[in-house]
């Protein structure tokens, strides 16, 4: 038998109830996000769908929908062939996760979908092909299939200051890049909602409907950025500014707290993340851009 103390145990325990919780809270936004886009589809058939930047939520959606087979495009190897082991993918079925990268212009050549979701896949593609946001509507445009629909999910980007306890949450995504900067990684990068309209306008996409779904930041879902801070300090170069830096986040860690124990229920109201569907101009459109109520 292996004996473990009482406040060892319950460590232990705690630890594990706050995983689980960020991760339901996660789920819990993406949840809404896809129940948007599913009601936008309404009874429109998925036909062939692509996820076109994939991760384990999207993918476990997309999964369960009523598709003539998908593909899902990720860069990391290890997490495809997790993925296809949990979902029990074989070389006989229609659907399939591949390994690599838009900006290679053969990647998928020619392959077309009827759906197309692009799931917070903009404000990732800083972290491994900078400076292509601009190219990838039109990237994804070319395997759009006639009369299909693109679904671009975003977050709109943290502002620079803010009032009230929502100030805090503005520091903490400064603190957050800075030290993903000095470890020499590159953060996210996201894109607001008006940038990914006028994109595909210019791509000669219709855009149907927007919907925004404010976000409501917990003290959880706020520390677990401070956390991405604290785990790139030993990537620092210097050791005094590794230490420096230690402190300052423990001070923030705290007014964090304190900022949210003074917000409404807890949780602090900063910011959307947004849904956005279009079609092909040659398409059948439906009338002018509709913003859905929420």
Request: hydrophobic fraction near 40%; charge should be neutral; proline fraction near 3%.
């Amino acid at each position: 038998k292996i004996k473990v103390s009482s406040e060892k145990f319950i460590n232990l325990l705690l630890a594990y109830v706050l995983s689980l919780n960020a991760a339901v809270f996660a789920f819990s936004m993406e949840d809404a996000l896809f129940k948007t886009v599913t009601s936008i589809q309404g009874t429109k058939p998925w036909g062939k769908f692509l996820d076109s930047g994939t991760g384990t939520h999207s993918l476990r959606w997309v999964n369960a929908l009523s598709t003539d087979g998908w593909t899902a495009v990720t860069a990391d190897r290890n997490f495809a062939e997790n993925m296809k082991k949990e979902l029990k993918l074989s070389e006989q079925q229609k659907s399939q996760i591949v390994i690599g990268n838009w900006a290679d212009e053969d990647f998928l050549e020619g392959q077309s979908f009827d759906t197309i979701l692009a799931d917070y896949l903009i404000g990732a593609i800083d972290g491994f092909s900078p400076y292509f946001q601009d190219e990838i509507i039109g990237r994804l445009k070319r395997h759009l299939s006639p009369n299909g629909r693109l679904y671009v999910i975003g977050m709109q980007p943290v502002p620079d200051d803010a009032e009230g306890p929502a100030k805090v949450i503005t520091e903490v995504r400064q603190l957050r890049d800075a030290c993903i900067l000095i470890a020499g990684h590159r953060p996210y990068r996201e894109f607001p909602l008006d940038w990914v309209v006028r994109q595909l306008e210019r791509n000669d996409l219709r855009v149907l409907a927007t919907k925004s779904l404010p976000i409501l930041h917990s003290e959880m879902s706020i520390l677990r950025q401070v956390d991405v801070a604290s785990r790139k300090l030993p990537l620092f170069k210097s050791r005094e500014l590794a230490k420096a830096m230690e402190i300052f986040i423990e001070d923030l860690r705290q007014r964090v707290v304190n900022a949210c124990k003074s917000a409404k229920g807890g949780k602090i109201q900063l910011g959307f993340d947004y849904v956005v569907v279009a079609e092909l101009a040659s398409g059948i459109g439906n009338g002018d851009v509709k913003e859905m109520e929420a």
